[in-house]
């Protein structure tokens, strides 16, 4: 008799594996290319309170678009893959229904936030178009490179979810001049753009089918809630250092904190491609009880970025000043301590590995949950009483500790899980019903 934890669906060939990752590598790492060439740019182009006001409308607009896209992008790249396949353009079409309603209420918040914010005081009207377009556009456009990901595109979707825009808008900038205006309304062009290509291509990639039934609002909005919560508090970990920087300190402050983020950021290339591959395959084993299969695919991985971890960490301690030089001599004056501080703390999820992605596509988002609430909470009590008197060194402490800590509290989570399988995953898998379309 077979085994319920066998795994039948074939494996791809070493070949073949090795020249699909080359093929993802080479689509994200273009993106984080043009991203980094993006802010170095900005840098050298901007007197330091300018790119901070850029930074800081770029941030605050990434954090307000993980709270409205609710989840939906996850729950997309979960579902899409299971779901019939003509229930899947209807999912995918209330998705976006649902995240551009939620973006109205979302921005007009976020726009109260730029009002008031130090940073953004003396350019409000530039800086609240950037952030409101930043907002609706990534929100969306996050939905649909998720449903391409779910559709086996992970290519296309790579590409639109991280190239494209910060392309396009180096290329805008590079031509047009480092005026602020015209910089803002770069990054809005290409924003939109992103956001339509994106939009359009998702929908071709799903069958069209009239008369069929849909996943009714209340499952959706049943299953997306936890997962819209997970990427709420990662990106209160990730995000609200630079937001209560530019709140409370200056935007010089901000401009150094976002390109250390970004540049240590960047050490997780690897995983966000490898994450955006597997997590199809995980939802599938898991959902057959294939769970020696699931386990199988997250530790190899697992393996994988832990060295990769080590080799990034000790790079960093060598490199720092040669990396900081890039962007100018006050990054590099100021930058150094911040920088390995931030280090450190990816080091721990680099290490992680696919953990945070095994968690979601297995139906234990609600512990996963638990433990990001824990490190978000830790996160804003150390930048509410450090960024006061320590700036920048004290958000980059606050973000390391407590990016160490979530991930810490995610392996024993894993290992928890490994040990029982099957013991509370059937709770946390909600079940879909059908609703008239």
Not at 136 to 151: D, F, Q, R, V, Y
Not at 270 to 288: D, E, K, M, Q, V
Request: charged share 15%.
């Amino acid at each position: 008799m077979k085994s319920v934890h066998a795994t039948d669906a074939p494996e791809p060939g070493m070949k073949a594996e090795l020249v699909r990752y080359a093929r993802l590598v080479i689509t994200k790492g273009s993106g984080s290319g043009a991203m980094l060439g993006l802010n170095i740019l900005l840098a050298r182009l901007l007197v330091p309170d300018l790119a901070g006001t850029i930074f800081f409308c770029v941030a605050l607009g990434t954090f307000v678009s993980l709270v409205s896209r609710l989840g939906l992008d996850v729950a997309c790249l979960k579902n899409i893959a299971s779901l019939q396949e003509d229930r899947q353009r209807s999912y995918f079409d209330r998705s976006l229904t649902l995240a551009f309603l939620a973006n109205v209420p979302a921005i007009l918040i976020g726009l109260v936030v730029v009002y008031f914010s130090k940073t953004t005081e003396s350019h409000f009207q530039l800086s609240a178009i950037l952030f409101a377009s930043a907002a609706l556009c990534i929100s969306l456009t996050h939905i649909s490179s998720e449903t391409l990901k779910a559709k086996e595109r992970t290519s296309e979707g790579l590409f639109w979810q991280t190239g494209f825009q910060p392309g396009l808008t180096l290329i805008l900038v590079w031509i047009t001049g480092s005026e602020l205006n015209t910089v803002v309304a770069c990054f809005a062009v290409s924003y939109l753009l992103g956001m339509l290509g994106s939009v359009s291509r998702a929908r071709m990639s799903l069958p069209k089918v009239v008369g069929t039934s849909a996943v009714g609002w209340k499952e959706m909005l049943v299953l997306c809630l936890p997962l819209m919560l997970i990427a709420v508090t990662n990106s209160v970990i990730e995000l609200s250092d630079t937001v209560l920087l530019g709140l409370i300190r200056s935007a010089g402050e901000v401009s150094i904190y976002y390109i250390c983020a970004k540049v240590t950021a960047l050490s997780t290339t690897l995983l966000f491609i490898i994450n955006g591959t597997i997590a199809p395959g995980i939802a599938r084993r898991w959902s057959r009880r294939d769970y020696a299969g699931a386990f199988s695919i997250v530790n190899k991985y697992s393996k994988v970025m832990l060295g990769l971890a080590v080799v990034i960490l000790a790079a960093m301690f060598l490199l720092h000043d040669y990396i900081l030089m890039v962007f100018g001599e006050q990054y590099r004056e100021e930058g150094a301590f911040p920088l390995l501080v931030l280090a450190t703390g990816y080091f721990f999820v680099l290490a992680a590995g696919p953990l945070c992605i095994f968690m979601t596509m297995t139906g234990h988002h609600r512990q996963y949950l638990h433990n990001n609430m824990a490190a978000a909470v830790l996160n804003l009590v150390l930048n509410l009483f450090l960024i006061p008197r320590y700036g920048v060194n004290g958000a980059c402490f606050a973000t390391a500790l407590a990016l160490s800590l979530k991930n810490i509290l995610l392996y024993v989570q894993f290992k928890r899980i490994q040990r029982k399988p099957g013991g509370d995953s059937p709770g946390n898998q909600l079940p879909i019903q059908h609703e008239p379309a």
